[in-house]
């Protein structure tokens, strides 16, 4: 009989991860030449704002604490300089008859955008349009905010500018459990941003809410999606806590254990049984979205095929042979420096850090982020990409899912789906397609 890993591995929300990246020798490639060739007509814009007001015990995002010295005016001076060469780079007058370039879906996240203030949002707002040519209120634009930042001459500036979701990450409407997680809040105050929020008519609210947190119990976890449940949020984010290195927790906090998994466990399904009785979908793991929600994605967007354009020092970027961004860093003295480089780099016209993706990690990260998703991934898609069956690319790792009941046996013909309990191991089954090469980089990356 195969024994069933443990569910809380890593997860997996893009492959391969940042610390399989490397330095790229020299010559770096330059933009121009790794997107000469590359479909432009449905890419999304990501644009990384790395400055919160506090740092969560559990965050091991790369965001810095304040910004002292007018750091976000040069902050924001360097994305200028960045999406200007970016923009060149994709509608490179070198090539006769080239695609032209369009978006179909933006996103400003972080760290924590609303960090920015009202006219800075604005700037950043023209950034995008002006300099990327990404028209806002045309396509799907969401936007991360947290309690203390969702203030309302923010707020409006996002509305105006055409945010289609805001989503807010609340982790726990009960105080003690948010003194748990170190975040630093109090529940009035939460319930002041959702108001503020739901005040400028953004069709799209999501809450983000975290589970696994010590001492919660299913009463408490209760409470909490029943505070985010009054909101009638479009989506709600159901986050495992994990424990990582150099975080605040991390500090505190002994390895993971059993006992912690069976928790983790039982506190998902409960959060789960508990939103599909109250007229919500599941999306993934982590994502349910009220039936009757208005549609964010992008007819014509799809994250296993189409173009990446990540702008600032966290963000990622995708062409379909390289992903490409910055040096990653948890601990605040590396991220301040990384912050410092990127705001005096004047050349943004080569990737500097990235990892070649070659066919066979295509393959693995088409089954990756397609099977992830609630909904499965069709067969035929997969096998017209690819020219093969994806099970006879990956007949260990999907007999392995059949053996543990993670794949369902009912789904129609064509479509390799999850079954429940393959969605509840979702961050064990998505480590599981790692490739031995990106899982010898990861274990090699040394955490700074």
């Known amino acids: 009989m195969t ?22 020798p020299d010559p770096a490639p330059s933009l121009a030449a790794l997107w000469r060739d590359e479909p432009k007509d449905a890419l999304s814009l990501y644009a990384h704002i790395p400055f919160c007001e ?30 200007t060469t970016v923009r060149e780079a994709l509608a490179d007058s070198d090539v006769p008859d080239a695609e032209p370039v369009r978006f179909a879906t933006a996103a400003f996240g972080g760290g924590t ?17 002006k300099r990327m040519g990404v028209d806002l209120r045309a396509v799907p634009l969401s936007v991360e905010t947290s309690p203390s930042t969702a203030t309302a001459d923010r707020l409006a500036v996002l509305a105006e ?68 449940l009054a909101w009638r949020p479009e989506e709600l984010y159901l986050y495992p806590l994990y424990v990582r290195p150099l975080t605040g927790l991390g500090r505190l906090s002994a390895t993971a254990d059993r006992d912690w998994d069976e928790q983790r466990l ?13 007229g919500y979908e599941q999306v993934s793991m982590r994502m349910f979205r009220r039936a009757d929600a208005p549609p964010q994605g992008a007819d014509d967007y799809a994250c296993q095929t189409d173009g990446m354009i990540g702008l600032g020092c ?27 480089d990127y705001t005096a780099t004047e050349d943004f016209g080569r990737a500097r850090v990235g990892r070649w ?15 992830l998703q609630a909904r499965g991934m069709p067969t035929g898609e997969y096998e017209e990409r690819f020219g093969s069956s994806p099970f006879a690319d990956f007949p260990d790792e999907l007999g392995r899912f059949e053996v543990l009941g993670w794949l369902d046996g009912a789904a129609p013909a064509g479509l390799l789906r999850l079954s429940a309990e393959g969605l509840a191991h979702s961050d064990a089954l998505g480590p599981a397609l790692f490739s031995p090469a990106v899982r010898a980089a990861m274990a090699a990356y040394e955490p700074k």
């Not at 630093?184 to 319930?191: D, F, N, S, T, Y």
């Not at 039982?266 to 109250?278: F, S």
């Not at 966290?314 to 992903?323: E, K, P």
């Not at 066979?360 to 990756?368: I, N, S, V, W, Y």
Request: hydrophobic share 35%; with cysteine; aromatic share 8%.
């Open 3 to 24: 024994e069933s890993p443990r569910p809380y591995e890593s997860y997996v929300y893009a492959y391969p991860h940042k610390t399989a990246y490397r330095p790229l």
């Open 54 to 83: 506090v740092r969560c015990g559990f965050c091991n995002l790369f965001t810095r604490i304040g910004a002292p010295d007018e750091l976000t005016t040069r902050y924001l001076d360097a994305l200028d300089r960045q999406a």
């Open 113 to 129: 955008p609303t960090f920015l203030t009202a006219d800075e949002l604005e700037r950043l707002c023209d950034i995008a349009e």
């Open 161 to 228: 500018r055409g945010a289609t979701r805001l989503s807010i990450g609340v982790q726990s409407f009960v105080e003690a459990e948010a003194r748990a997680a170190v975040r630093p809040q109090r529940r009035a105050e939460v319930e002041a941003a959702l108001g503020r929020i739901r005040e400028t008519g953004v069709p799209v609210l999501n809450i983000d809410l975290i589970y696994g947190i010590d001492g919660q119990t299913e009463r408490t976890w209760t409470q909490s999606l029943d505070a985010a």
């Open 266 to 278: 039982r506190l998902y399904r409960h959060g789960r049984d508990h939103l599909l009785a109250r």
């Open 314 to 340: 966290g963000a990622r970027s995708y062409t379909s042979a390289l992903h490409y961004s910055f040096d990653y860093a948890v601990e605040m003295r590396e991220i301040r420096a990384i912050i410092d």
């Open 357 to 371: 993706v070659d066919a066979d990690e295509a393959r693995r990260r088409h089954l990756l982020q397609s099977l």
